[in-house]
């Protein structure tokens, strides 16, 4: 008789119900356990200490732009990527059991949230918009102070989390509003409990360049060459050197293609740094 192998939770950032738990179920079936963690760099901190199996964090919203702070994170921190995933973000106007919309005068939610939901807000000018650390989390706190003029805005499964009623549904102003989350592992998880996939890869990598003129066009030559498609370019500033950047790509191909194995050679000869982030099926 084979024995199962026991999982850890995977962290994410946020209360039960966020976003990033819902990214979870879809990385890693419903019945994954998790850990929430109160900052994106607890996040990290905690799969550094060996406490969970592996971390899913955002990392860019198609309306909101990048995650910064994830960025600097997968650089500072030594986690492959090994999945991706996107999440539709629907917001719903959700509020305590007992207390009707037209009771509605405030309502609570990540700030990235109230400003996806701007149209709502236009509609009815006389409820306020109040900031809160997060969304699953301002849900949490109106059914622990039942506030009988408050509301929240977030998840359906927040809703269900927390035992309260969803008054309005799909409140955001754009329905193309995704969010791709990345799973992250430790190098010997990774390596012991590969991904595999019969569907196309992604390679995601970040490098740095001499600051001199065509410096970065001849960079990107290297996978322009080799008819490779880029999906993200993104830089980010260089810690110490001032106005010098990292640049991180992600492009499509296994990293252990020839096409890319060449591509990552050419790019070696002309950066003064790079590093591979992972290399792992494409998500939907």
């Known amino acids: 008789m084979t024995r199962r192998r026991k999982q850890l939770p995977i962290a994410f950032q946020g209360e039960p119900g966020a976003f990033s738990q819902e990214a979870a179920r879809r990385l890693l079936g419903p019945d994954v356990e998790v ?12 799969l550094q200490k060996g406490g969970v199996e592996g971390a899913v964090v955002p990392i860019e919203n198609t309306l909101a732009g990048s995650v910064h702070e994830n960025y600097d994170h997968l650089q500072n921190f030594d986690f492959p990527i090994v ?4 999440v539709r973000i629907v917001h719903n ?13 405030r309502v609570f939610s990540h700030p990235v949230a109230l400003n996806q939901c701007l149209n709502f807000f236009t509609q009815h000018p006389g409820v306020e918009k109040v900031s809160f650390y997060d969304t699953a989390g301002s849900v949490k706190m109106i059914m622990e102070e039942r506030p009988q003029d408050a509301g929240a805005i977030a998840s359906a499964v927040a809703s269900e989390i927390y035992g309260a009623r969803i008054l309005r549904r799909s409140i955001e ?6 969010t791709r989350f990345f799973l992250l592992r ?3 998880y990774a390596r012991r409990f590969p991904i595999r996939s019969d569907g196309p890869w992604k390679t995601s990598l970040v490098f740095t360049t ?6 970065l066009f001849r960079a990107l030559s290297a996978f322009a060459l080799r008819d490779l498609s880029l999906t993200k370019i993104e830089s980010r500033p260089l810690r110490g050197k001032p106005y010098e950047y990292l640049f991180y790509v992600d492009l499509l191909g296994n990293v252990d293609a020839p096409n890319v194995q060449n591509a990552l050679n050419h790019l070696r000869e002309l950066a003064d740094y790079l590093r591979v982030l992972g290399c792992y099926p494409k998500g939907a």
């Open 35 to 46: 850990l929430p963690c109160v900052r994106f760099e607890d996040v990290f901190r905690t």
């Open 83 to 86: 999945a991706e995933t996107s």
């Open 93 to 105: 106007l959700i509020a305590p059991p007992g207390v009707p919309f037209a009771s509605i005068k």
């Open 173 to 178: 102003d754009d329905r193309q509003n995704f």
């Open 186 to 188: 430790s190098p010997e």
């Open 210 to 215: 001499r600051n001199v003129p065509g410096a």
